[in-house]
Structure formats: C-alpha cells, structure tokens
C-alpha cells in the first residue's frame, strides 16, 4: 500500500507559477507510475502529466510546454513545475501511485488561477 499527500496548491494571478509536489510513503519502491490529476468544478477528472519508474513522462496536450514532472527519489516525492498558469488551470490536483493496475490517490490540493 501506498500513501500519497499532495502539497503546494494556492492561489496566483494568470501567467505566475505554483509547484506541487506529492510524498509517497509505504511501499515506494512498488510503485510503477505516479500521475497528476485535476478535476475542475463540473468537470471530469483528467490526467494532466505522469512519470513512470523509468523516468518515462508524459503530459496531456494542454499543458504541455507549462508544465514539468520531476521525481527525487531519495525524498519519494514527485514534483509538478507549473508555469505559465492559465484560468483553465484552475482545479483540485490530485496524486495518484499506481502499483501494477490499482492507484493510490491523495486527497488533493488546491490551484486557483485568477485573471
């Protein structure tokens, strides 16, 4: 099992910055891939960037270019630089590790991004 526990959420003004980072503890060296979420009021959930174990990423299309995944494995935690923040950026995110085919969420931080 794993636990997950998202930080760094806030507030900021379009065009700033924010980084959230995810914390991992339990059984880290089982996960497989560690993925950000965000869900927007109303809206469905969506992967927004992914780092797999390999250092493989990935990253939805309307974040690419702002956003950065990162890890540091000697702290378990998994970063997300986000830059350039757009109004539409705005929404709970949320830190899944995944072991095999079954995810672990965290309970999720908040952005706000205001014009």
């Known amino acids: 099992q794993v636990q997950p526990v998202e930080s760094g959420g806030g507030s900021v003004q379009a065009g700033g910055s924010l980084r959230l980072s995810c914390a991992a503890s339990?059984?880290?060296?089982?996960?497989?891939?560690i993925a950000w979420h965000r869900q927007a009021p109303g809206k469905q959930r969506e992967l927004v960037a992914s780092?797999?174990?390999?250092?493989?990423?990935n990253y939805a299309d309307s974040v690419k270019g702002r956003f950065t995944i990162s890890r540091d494995n000697a702290k378990n935690t998994v970063y997300l630089q986000m830059n350039s923040l757009k109004p539409d950026d705005t929404a709970v995110y949320y830190c899944?590790?995944?072991?095999?085919?079954?995810?672990?969420w965290g309970q999720g931080t908040q952005v706000i991004v205001s014009s």
């Open positions: 780092i797999s174990s390999t250092d493989s990423t």
């Open positions: 339990g059984s880290t060296d089982r996960i497989n891939v």
């Open positions: 899944a590790a995944r072991i095999v085919f079954r995810p672990y």
